[in-house]
């Protein structure tokens, strides 16, 4: 994932970790007591790109939890979005 690089980052992390705890306590495969982080990885062209980390309780389903993860936007759409958006004009 990626943001713009003037967004606040913490405020994404705080973000991300909200919408990935979530996920990891209703998800039936997540584990719910995770301590699930995100790390920030590359300076992009346009933005700064990061990795959430997720754990399932089997190696094969952590394909359905990160889908979950991607799937819930209702924070993202709110809050990320626009520092997503920015990156892409």
Known sequence: MGVHYSS?????ERVTLEVAREILVSHEWGVDDYKTF???TSFADSSIN???MLR???YFNRFWVKSAFIKDT???RN???PLIYKRLL
């Open 79 to 81: 809050q990320l979005w």
């Open 38 to 40: 995100v790390v920030y």
């Open 56 to 58: 399932a309780k089997e």
């Open 50 to 52: 990061f990795t959430v």
């Open 8 to 12: 606040d980052l913490e405020h994404v």
């Open 74 to 76: 209702t924070i993202y």
